[in-house]
């Protein structure tokens, strides 16, 4: 046995001499971002429109940039003192429809550290301006799993339907009017059950992370219609991805799926196949 290990292994080695192999080079430097506050979790590049990229950090709002990413700008100055826990940014949504719309699920934490509820930030400008939308809840852009999503998704065929993952047991939302009102999927099964530590004592770690990221498939449908097939991971150690195949009214747990793990992020590729970390 050994001796035929050894046999295959020279052979392999002996195939892959024969070949050549091209490296290709990355270099990597940091990114100045002016005034950037907090952890940066979350980076969106808008699918349609040439360089444009918005980065959300955990703490200190959202950042935009038009030259992919040489230069950045600060799009929540105008939040005042009072009203600091919009500045967690939960999700970024950035339309690949009409690339000036972009949407922000605004909220630091979803525990007793504030009173305040989350937020939908509307903008049909790159985020120059914003309108704003209450939530019936709480959102938690520095809560644990702040690196995961993105929680807030467009659909790419009928861009007026938006859905948002949601912490604390509430669930899967949706918006059929360009994010200006939501309500509950009820149809959606997992609201999520993962804790990081259920007994820590500082009111942080202890609180249900949910559902975590929307990705739509966008060759499902045709555009101008729902898209029909859209994949949802939840922080759930057991059964954590889920499908739809009728744009959202009925779910299904994905089967054979693995346990034992924290779906962080997901990405649909061209031919289909779902990448997720």
């Known amino acids: ?143 644990p799993g702040r690196n995961m999503g993105e929680r807030l998704a467009i659909d790419p065929n009928k861009n007026n339907i938006l859905y948002l993952g949601t912490r604390e047991g509430n669930g899967l939302w949706r918006s059929i009017d360009y994010g200006r009102s939501w309500s509950k999927v009820e149809s959606f099964p997992n609201p999520g059950t993962y804790v990081q530590d259920p007994n820590c004592p500082y009111d942080y770690m202890n609180h249900v992370t949910g559902v975590v990221w929307v990705v739509f498939d966008k060759k499902s449908s045709n555009f101008g219609e729902p898209t029909k097939v859209i994949y949802v991971g939840v922080a759930d150690l057991n059964e954590s991805i889920y499908v739809s195949t009728d744009a959202g009214n009925t779910w299904r747990a994905i089967p054979n799926q693995p346990t034992g793990l924290l779906p962080q992020r997901a990405k649909l590729s061209d031919n289909g196949w779902l990448y997720i970390t």
């Open 1 to 143: 046995m050994k001796k035929k290990f050894g046999t295959f292994v020279f052979l392999l080695f002996s195939m892959l001499n024969s070949y050549s192999f091209e490296v290709q080079k990355y270099n990597w430097r940091n990114v100045k971002i002016e005034g950037g506050g907090g952890f940066v979790p979350g980076v969106v590049f808008n699918p349609t429109q040439r360089g444009l990229v918005y980065a959300r950090t955990d703490i200190g709002g959202v950042y935009r940039s038009t030259d992919s990413g040489k230069s950045w700008k600060q799009l929540m100055n105008w939040v005042s003192f009072d009203e600091w826990n919009l500045l967690g940014a939960e999700s970024v949504a950035t339309d690949p429809v009409e690339s000036n719309r972009l949407y922000i699920a605004a909220g630091t934490y979803t525990n007793s550290w504030t009173n305040m509820n989350g937020e939908i930030l509307i903008s049909e400008d790159y985020g120059e301006t914003f309108s704003r939308v209450p939530l019936p809840f709480k959102l938690g852009g520095n809560m």
